[in-house]
């Protein structure tokens, strides 16, 4: 049995990126992934496949509703077939490329479901191997909803939503949040119509509210329906279809909605199952999460990243935390801020956020100016027709630092990273309001939302 430095659990992108570093930093590194390739939920069910798809009937639609206006005549027919086979075509592409980095970097793959097996020890099969460092990398798994049976015939989770067979003719979304946004996107585009259903009264909470109410209408334009402070109690599938039954949260008639698909999406849990943590004396919190501080566990010698500890379950987050325990792991200053870790949402018109909402602040009592531009004001998204939108920026009302910013808009996830980057450098909104951007682009606009911090945006 080989002796390593490091043995990663879990090989999505918070242990894959970790791996990585570890490599990179010299020390000798296993990654233990017991799904049949690397990647993680981000790459084989998450992120990468929700993106494939969502691209695709982002141009489906374009090319059924837009195209005319700018003069290409097309009449699209949609092949979902092959929508589907591209989107695996990708993923097998990118888990492929993970498997070469693990080669690249010295990462010994152990094929297998890893169990801590006491102090320093990771067993996986019939094998047991030594490791100075153990990091645990479990990630997440759907939150399931008592009284709904998800079978991945009509009651689906995401990874189900992500490979339907036909274009359902109704479909019900249980969440609007981040998953069930999308993935209701992905559907309605190719020809279903959608009902979110939605417990509290409003849409994505964590989005800024004013942004919410904004995506809520464009969503609600496109066609998709809301029934928000509404729970399902239950949901019966046969074979053509389910029936969900839904009551108001206040209180109020119960409703049946039958359609020929259900999305279960309200949240993701922390997976630790079977993971031994016991052996080597760690206890989840209340949640089911890995309590951390800068990465370590209470155990010694035992770390976590990912959606597996406490924190946004998002991709970039696990990185971060991947490469910052690596670094602590070689004695370098690895860390991370969590105060700049930007949220995307890849609907149509895209929403992207970092930093403070408006009701952060007003909850902490902080001072702010707020600076806003409308996309319907910025060249390019005009000549775009794509004007919907706007940008907004958070700045403290004495020393003008960007403790915000939120952008509703195409794009909107290529543009945070602008504000994520003067973020970390603690720039004050002049900063951005005083740098030269390209013109035509609609990066303009966010140099504009920082000129109206101080009241002269010149542009509308
Ligand atoms: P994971 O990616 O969940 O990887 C954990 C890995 O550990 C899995 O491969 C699992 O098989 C393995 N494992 C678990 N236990 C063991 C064990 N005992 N032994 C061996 N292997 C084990 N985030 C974004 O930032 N952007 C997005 O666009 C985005 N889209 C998403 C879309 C969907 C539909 C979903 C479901 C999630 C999405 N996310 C997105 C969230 C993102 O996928 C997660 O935050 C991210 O994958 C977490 O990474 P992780 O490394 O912590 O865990
Ligand atoms: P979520 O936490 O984003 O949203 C869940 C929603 O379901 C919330 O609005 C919640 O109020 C609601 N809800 C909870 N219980 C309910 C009930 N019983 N009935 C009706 N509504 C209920 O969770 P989601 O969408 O499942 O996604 C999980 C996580 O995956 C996200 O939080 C995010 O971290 C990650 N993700 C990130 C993406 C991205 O970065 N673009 C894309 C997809 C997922």
């Known amino acids: 049995m080989a002796q390593y430095d490091v043995v990663i659990i879990g090989a999505g992108p918070g242990g894959y990126n970790c791996a990585i570093r570890c490599g990179q930093l010299g020390l000798k590194t296993a990654i233990v992934e017991g799904g049949p390739t690397l ?27 837009e195209f005319a206006h700018l003069g290409i005549e097309v009449t699209p027919k949609l092949n979902l077939k092959q929508m589907l086979a591209q989107k695996a075509e990708s993923v097998t592409a990118l888990t492929k490329g993970v498997e070469f980095l693990m080669k690249k970097n010295k990462v010994d793959w152990l094929k297998g479901w890893g169990v801590i097996a006491g102090p320093g020890k990771v067993r996986v099969g019939d094998e047991t191997h030594d490791a100075k460092n153990i990091i645990i990398a479990t990630g997440s798994e759907p939150t399931p909803l008592p009284g709904v049976t998800v079978d991945n015939k009509r009651v689906l989770d995401s990874t189900g ?21 999308e993935l209701g996107s992905v559907w309605r585009r190719l020809g279903a119509e959608v009902t979110v259903v939605e417990f509290l009264p409003r849409i994505t909470p964590g989005m800024d509210e004013e942004v919410a109410k904004t995506f809520q209408r464009t969503l609600t334009k496109q066609g998709m329906s809301f029934k928000l402070g509404s729970k399902v109690t239950g949901a019966k599938a046969s074979a053509k279809g389910v029936e969900v039954t839904v009551e108001p949260v206040a209180g109020g008639a119960v409703e049946t909605l039958k359609a020929d698909y259900v999305l279960v999406a309200i949240g993701r849990r922390p997976y630790t199952n079977g993971l031994g943590l016991e052996s080597v004396g760690i206890a989840l919190d209340k949640r089911g999460f ?16 990912g959606d597996a500890t406490t924190g946004v379950m998002l991709a970039h987050k696990a990185e971060e935390e991947g490469v910052a325990v690596a670094e602590l792991i070689a004695g370098k200053a690895g860390h991370v801020n969590y105060g700049v870790i930007p949220s995307v ?50 700045a403290d009302a004495k020393t003008d630092r960007i403790l915000g910013a939120h952008i509703i808009g195409p794009q909107a996830s290529e543009m945070i990273g602008e ?11 002049e900063d951005i309001a005083r740098t030269c951007h390209p013109h035509p682009t609609r990066s303009e606009a966010l140099r504009q939302a920082a000129m109206a911090v101080e009241g002269w945006a010149m542009q509308a």
């Not at 566990?297 to 976590?304: D, Y």
């Not at 504000?419 to 909104?429: L, T």
Request: charged content about 20%.
């Open 39 to 65: 990647g993680g939920t981000c790459l084989n069910v998450g992120c990468m496949p929700s993106k494939a798809l969502l691209h695709a009937s982002e141009m489906f639609e374009q090319a059924s509703k």
């Open 161 to 181: 939503a992500l490979s339907i067979p036909e274009v359902p003719k109704s479909m019900v979304v249980i969440g609007a949040g981040i998953i069930g946004l």
């Open 290 to 305: 890995v309590p951390n501080d800068h990465g370590k566990t209470t155990a010694a010698g035992v770390w976590v990243v």
């Open 345 to 394: 949402v890849y609907s149509s018109p895209e929403v992207a956020w970092v930093g403070k909402t408006e009701d952060d602040l007003k909850v902490e009592g902080v001072a702010y100016k707020a600076g806003k531009f409308p996309f319907s004001a910025n060249s390019r998204a005009k000549i775009n027709h794509e004007t919907e939108g706007f940008v907004k920026i958070l």
């Open 419 to 429: 504000y994520c980057v003067a973020m970390e450098f603690s720039a004050a909104s």
